[in-house]
């Protein structure tokens, strides 16, 4: 017989029925809790993205209530047409203010939507005589029709000119091109262009 040391053996027990009552109790409310902690980043999850979505309607929306005028140069910068971005957006009326050292008073169209060089010539070779080429303000305020609606738009743009020297005669102004300034300009537009012109 060996007298080697037995290993002792720990005195097995048994649950009691409130001690096992008790642990069930916590692994319920461990359950719990995580399902109430993932239905709470569900919503979470599913708020931010309603969010985004209520985001991209809402640019959309401004989107397609947005007036951008583009300019195409006609006859060797004598004239530049002004048309919408968008097709659907009919221009029907603009009323336009150049800096009053440039003219005056204001020009409107019906139905022909344009600059024309002959309407700032001569102020344009005064206001700039020193420099050859630049970009000059004009306030817009242009009614247009889209989706069965009569709109309005208010803004600011740059006009792009060059004056050429010719022979025996005055320098001959160029329109240029056309690009916006100011959107959604509220006050007076020609106070609006004057001072875009005395900061330029």
């Known amino acids: 017989m060996s007298d080697a040391p037995r290993k002792k053996r720990l005195p ?11 642990v069930v109790a916590v692994v ?38 947005t007036f951008l005028m583009t300019g195409s140069v006609e006859s060797s910068g004598e004239r530049i047409r002004l048309t919408s971005l968008r097709p659907e957006q009919v221009i029907q009326t603009q009323t336009i203010w150049f800096p009053q050292a440039i003219r005056g008073d204001k020009v409107e169209t019906t139905g022909n939507p344009r600059l024309e060089a002959g309407w700032i010539d001569e102020g344009l070779r005064k206001a700039a005589a020193k ?59 020609q106070a609006a262009a004057d001072t875009l012109w005395a900061a330029r």
């Open 12 to 22: 097995l027990r048994w649950l009691s029925l409130a001690e096992i009552v008790g």
């Open 28 to 65: 319920v409310a461990v359950l719990g809790y995580w399902d109430s902690h993932r239905e709470r980043t569900q919503e979470a999850r599913e708020k931010a993205l309603a969010a985004r979505e209520r985001q991209v309607e809402q640019r959309a929306d401004a989107l397609k209530q």
């Open 131 to 189: 420099t050859r080429s630049g970009r000059a303000p004009v306030g817009v305020l242009t009614v247009f029709f889209e989706d069965g609606q009569t709109k309005t738009d208010r803004a600011v743009y740059w006009v792009g000119y060059s004056l050429h020297s010719r022979t025996l005669r005055g320098d001959r102004l160029e329109l240029e091109g056309l690009s916006l300034a100011r959107r959604g300009v509220a006050g007076d537009l």
